[in-house]
């Protein structure tokens, strides 16, 4: 069937007064009061307490890093300003990033936001936790075998678990990976698969039926947009593929997926000629699939990169559906009511082979208990048939007590491992702690080794000066002696002219007569002689000499006045 998506009058302000009157199976375009978002794709978005969260995003190539909050009460939107926790070292992670390609989900009262491309990222995965009721936001830290980043993967909530499949890493590789995160212990496991599973995609879709088996349809290579569903048993690990009919589902990517009274709806997407423009359905059950309504032209529902989610409004499942890309970026909010199943189904378009295919597959599927005992229902439409139901072997049930003890056996490895590195950082402490004396004491010492050396250096000084006095000394005492000496000459000198004064004195009249001048000779000597300054004056009548050794007194100056 095709139609246009309802126009709903502005002045409607309740939604429960804009979906009464609205036929089932049809999108509604819910009017908006005030402010709006920026329109973007390749966003993520989750439905919690009456009110459907939108986080980052992309535009005209640019990153989102807002938080944005439709009120379902009041038909308005309004910005989420968290609040951010820094702890420890690298805080400058601490800041939500720019988001593109990222998954959300909602866990008790925290929205989990879950890989996505991210400029500068790490190598790793990075879990963000949004509290919605305190709007207190931080980086979970998680532990085990992390897996490198990636965006358009799909994030599906298993009991408390998340199940991570696909997507594409920062190299631009495709990958087909599984990964499991423990919300209680934040423990990373990778999962091993047997049969032939999805080939590497991203940008597809995954929904969970029976809290059994998780289903992946659609999504593109580099160069190929699928259509293909694949469905893995979470007890057995095995991968089956039903067969469809491709002329019904075409192929698609960037497509939006939310499962409602045991539907899988599907809308957007498309491939890389066209926009997917119908809306279809999967019988998780039946493993049928029929479309439910289609858009005329360019409708913002056919569109890339949108969201879909699913809100309890007035006590009955309504489909949400948020932004988009089909060659404009879109903002609106559309709502979908689906039609209960005790109503008239929709058309189902089936072929015999897949037909077939779903008999078969179905009897893995769908359950019944019949007198405490399980037993396979094989329910298969048929030309004007109904649906008959036989026993078959009893399928194995869940090791519910397994997996008890190994979540015990990793919850003591987990606090072996805490232990371990409480001992660590101790360990690490006293050593730190060692370090910090050790090196006070190597400061002490070295200051005791500079004052040393600075002492040993002053008494080499002193050292040298003594040795410069000592060689003047023997300087001096060589001078003394010449000195000594010519006080010796002095001394005899002054006895030879003593002598020759009386014979000049009795020479009488032939002294007179030659004209020959007395010459009266005085030695006036004056000694005074210390250790360390010798000072000498010797001083004649008539010829007079003054000597001074080296230092006190100068080597070899003697002037004669």
């Known amino acids: 069937m095709t139609m246009e998506s309802v126009e709903i009058a502005s002045s409607d302000s309740d939604i429960t007064a804009v979906l009464s009157g609205v036929p089932f199976d049809q999108w509604v ?229 939310a499962v409602a009274d045991d539907n899988w709806y599907i809308v957007g997407g498309g491939d890389n000629t066209s926009a997917a423009s119908e809306t279809i359905v999967l019988n998780m059950s039946k493993l049928v699939w029929s479309i439910t309504t289609s858009m005329k032209g360019r409708h913002p529902l056919a569109s890339e990169g949108l969201t879909l989610c699913t809100a309890l409004i007035g006590g009955e499942d309504i489909l949400v559906s948020f932004g988009g890309y089909n060659g404009r970026y879109n903002n609106e909010v559309f709502v979908l009511k689906p039609k209960p199943r005790s109503t008239a189904r929709p058309r189902i378009v089936q072929s015999p082979a897949a037909a077939a295919a779903a008999a078969s597959v179905t009897a893995a599927y769908a359950l019944t208990t019949t007198g405490g005992k399980k037993v396979l229902t094989n329910s298969v439409e048929g030309n004007n048939k109904e649906s008959q139901t036989e026993s078959s072997p009893q399928v194995p049930r869940a090791d519910t007590d397994a997996f008890t003890v190994q979540k015990k056996t990793l919850e003591s490895r987990l606090a072996e491992v805490k232990e371990e590195n409480f001992r660590l950082e101790r360990n690490l402490d006293e050593m730190n702690n060692a370090h910090m004396d050790l090196l006070k004491e190597l400061q002490s010492v070295q200051g005791q080794l500079t004052a040393e050396t600075l002492r040993c250096f002053k008494l080499e000084m002193q050292i040298t000066d003594t040795r410069k006095r000592l060689e003047s000394l023997h300087s001096i005492e060589n001078e003394i002696q010449v000195l000594r000496q010519q006080m010796s000459i002095s001394e005899q000198d002054k006895e030879f002219g003593s002598d020759s004064s009386k014979r000049q004195s009795s020479g009488g009249v032939w002294q007179w007569i030659a004209g020959t001048p007395q010459q009266q000779f005085l030695l006036n000597s004056i000694s005074s002689i210390r250790h360390d300054a010798i000072e000498f004056y010797i001083t004649h009548t008539g010829p007079r000499f003054f000597v001074t050794p080296v230092n006190r007194i100068s080597t070899g100056s003697c002037r004669t006045e």
Not at 59 to 67: K, M
Request: neutral net charge.
């Open 29 to 257: 375009q819910l009017p908006v009061s005030g402010f709006r978002p920026s329109a973007r794709y390749k966003h993520a978005a989750e439905v919690a307490n009456g009110k459907l969260y939108v986080a980052g995003g992309s535009r005209n190539g640019r990153y989102l890093s807002d938080f944005q909050v439709f009120d379902f009460g009041t038909l308005s939107w309004s910005t989420l300003s968290p609040k951010f926790d820094f702890v420890g070292e690298g805080s400058s992670e601490e800041v939500f990033r720019p988001c593109s390609g990222h998954s959300m989900v909602k866990w008790g009262s925290k929205l989990l936001i879950v890989a996505g491309h991210v400029k500068g990222s790490s190598d790793s995965v990075t879990v963000w936790s949004i509290d919605i009721e305190t709007n207190q936001c931080n980086i979970v830290k998680t532990y085990g075998k992390v897996p490198i980043a990636r965006g358009g993967q799909s994030v599906t909530l298993v009991g408390s678990r998340l199940i991570m499949f696909g997507g594409e890493d920062t190299r631009k590789r495709l990958l087909n990976d599984l990964h499991i995160l423990d919300l209680e212990t934040m423990l990373w496991a990778s999962l091993e698969t047997t049969q032939n599973g999805p080939t590497p995609r991203s940008d597809h879709t995954a929904a969970l039926h029976a809290d059994r088996y998780l289903m992946i349809f659609g999504g593109s290579s580099h160069s190929i947009c699928f259509n293909d569903l694949h469905i893995l048993d979470l007890q057995t690990m095995v991968w089956s593929q039903p067969q469809i009919e491709f002329d019904i589902v075409t192929p698609r990517s960037g497509h939006a997926g």
